[in-house]
């Protein structure tokens, strides 16, 4: 299992930024693809975004899409994810999660990821 913390999270202004940060440990990190859901009280978590095992290929939802941007770097094993023009709809715990299997596609199926972090609190006030 890889071990994932996430960070970064706050309050922030409607159409600020902010830029989450996960940390793995415990696998080879540069081996699976990586993706980032948020969850609303009362609500499912949804996909936001994914990125694959080199980083050229990204996916995110039709929400965030030309707002945020996922990126990664393998020689640190970090995950992050720049959320630009933040709205209030996007307040909500932002959790990173690692794929369960080795050397797979970029996916936006939450039960693709075995792995999750505790998650970070996104406040946006409008």
């Known amino acids: 299992q890889v071990q994932l913390v996430e960070s970064g999270g706050g309050l922030v202004q409607a159409g600020g930024s902010l830029r989450l940060s996960c940390a793995a440990s415990?696998?080879?990190?540069?081996?699976?693809?990586m993706g980032w859901f948020r969850q609303v009280p009362g609500k499912e978590r949804e996909f936001v975004a994914a990125?694959?095992?080199?980083?050229?290929?990204?996916n995110y939802a039709d929400s965030v899409k030309g707002r945020f941007t996922i990126s990664r770097d393998n020689t640190k094993n970090t995950v992050s994810l720049q959320m630009n023009s933040l709205k209030a709809e996007d307040t909500a715990v932002y959790y990173c999660?690692?794929?369960?299997?080795?050397?797979?596609?970029?996916?936006?199926?939450?039960?693709?990821?075995?792995?999750w972090g505790q998650g970070t609190q996104v406040t946006v006030s409008s």
């Open positions: 999660a690692a794929h369960t299997i080795p050397r797979r596609a970029v996916s936006s199926t939450q039960t693709d990821f075995g792995s």
């Open positions: 415990g696998r080879t990190f540069s081996s699976y693809a």
């Open positions: 990125i694959s095992l080199s980083g050229r290929t990204t």
